[in-house]
């Protein structure tokens, strides 16, 4: 699947393989967090345990939040870390080797440009662009800088996933032509915040960062930033974006042909601005052939499908792909099951967890942008089926993407939403 899609020249291809500095299993990689909510503490872990990779520091606008991971670290006695509050404090360090970014949607290109561009590798979450142009941004950075840049999308590094999209591109459930995603949770109302002062302790200017500046409300901090255009993608971005990316990955496709999504926001009178409910349909075309690819977010209660989720009404998070000769499901990150012919004969099955963030510290040590299963190229890919899904619902549309240009065909108004306006002094460059 390290198919080069977009672009790479010739030379820019090879450049990403150079090897350099190579560090051996036993030279120490030291790794900065930048972000210290739910997905950083994940991050943190992640650092601490493995065996020769060492947490250099903390990065956090609200110095609450990092003074909790200093806690955390104490109760497991590891040693506490510098904190700061703007990443470029960190990336002034040349004895950082890599960040990793679990901050908010607006700020993951612009991060990781600057990490690059100051010769660090970078985790970074998904999704890892907040639109369209910062997707191919984020791609010519690592390229340049010959930095690796991994996507948190870790069920590419789950030994379950990965067999099963061998087994499909191998032909053992005939042709794949169609693929369906779910992102069923039930997420209640964010209900109605006042404006209030900034907390102390909280730099919200560097908060705001490339987005534009809001009247401080708790429904625009702390997690709830999802449901805001301007930092967050909504529900399609934030769990949804995984299911995209697997079913890119399973289906084989790249660029979409025709993109359109329907939805809204049902039940609830309160701030959120992004849909709770989409359903999104894709149409690709792969050597002359046409595939499909659907994907749906829900918001409240659900029932489960083809064996996805629980026994109890709930989340049920996963894909389906279909295939001339039977199909195929992931129920979440790391199980697939199978099933062949018409009277549905049980086929091919694991369940086995990902190796992600071990996954990206051998791509460091190896200098090898090829050992990143979730390399950042294959990442950006996947958000831009994201987005082209949100501009779809939101000009409500029907979007006729060209690939060679990076354009939407005849439409000047989905063109103008493929970028954004950004707030100076942050500012994803037009050229990194």
């Keep these: 699947m390290n198919r080069r899609y977009f672009f790479m020249s010739t030379a820019a291809a090879a450049a990403t393989q150079v090897v350099k500095a190579q560090k051996s299993a036993n030279d120490t990689v030291r790794v900065a967090v930048v972000g210290c909510g739910g997905r950083g503490s994940s991050h943190m872990s992640a650092w601490t345990s493995q065996k020769n990779v060492e947490l250099a520091a903390l990065v956090d606008v609200d110095d609450s939040h990092a003074e909790r991971f200093i806690g955390q670290l104490q109760k497991r006695d590891k040693k506490a870390v510098p904190m700061m509050r703007d990443i470029r404090k960190v990336l002034e360090d040349k004895n950082i080797d890599a960040v990793s970014i679990a901050t908010p949607n607006h700020w993951h290109t612009l991060q990781t440009i600057w990490a690059c561009q100051a010769g660090k590798d970078v985790y970074v979450e998904k999704p890892c662009s907040h639109n369209v142009f910062e997707s191919r941004q984020i791609v010519a950075a690592a390229r340049k800088y010959n930095r690796m840049v991994q996507m948190g999308s870790q069920s590419r590094s789950s030994p379950a996933l990965q067999e099963a999209v061998q087994k499909m591109k191998d032909g053992e459930f005939g042709e794949i032509y169609m693929a369906r995603g779910l992102c069923f949770k039930a997420r209640n109302t964010i209900g109605k915040t006042p404006v209030e002062p900034v907390p102390a302790g909280v ?41 995209v990316d697997i079913a890119r990955w399973g289906l084989g496709v790249t660029h979409p042909t025709k993109v359109t999504a329907i939805g809204g926001k049902f039940m609830f009178d309160d701030d959120q601005e992004t849909p709770n409910t989409i359903s999104a349909s894709y149409e690709f075309v792969v050597n002359g052939k046409p595939k499909m690819m659907t994907f749906e977010v829900r918001h409240w209660y659900s029932h489960h499908e083809a064996g996805i989720g ?4 709930g989340n049920t998070i996963g894909n389906t792909f279909y295939g001339a000769n039977g199909y195929v499901v992931i129920d979440g990150y790391n199980k697939y099951t199978s099933f062949i012919g018409r009277d549905g004969k049980p086929g091919p099955a694991r369940n086995d967890r990902d190796h992600h963030f071990e996954n990206f510290i051998e791509g460091v040590r190896s200098r090898k942008a090829g050992v990143l299963n979730a390399e950042i190229e294959e990442g950006a890919m996947s958000c831009v089926l994201m987005h082209l899904a949100n501009i779809s619902y939101r000009l409500g549309r029907t979007l006729h993407w060209d690939e060679k240009t990076w354009s939407v065909k005849g439409d000047a108004e989905a063109n103008a939403m493929l970028t954004r306006n950004y707030r100076a002094p942050y500012i994803v460059p037009a050229k990194v």
């Design 310 to 313: 629980g026994e109890k009404a």
């Design 203 to 243: 730099d919200y200017d560097m908060w705001t960062g490339p987005s534009q500046m809001h009247p401080f409300t708790k429904n625009r901090f702390h997690y709830n930033w999802h449901w805001f255009w301007d930092t967050g993608n909504g529900d399609l971005g934030n769990q949804g974006i995984h299911e």
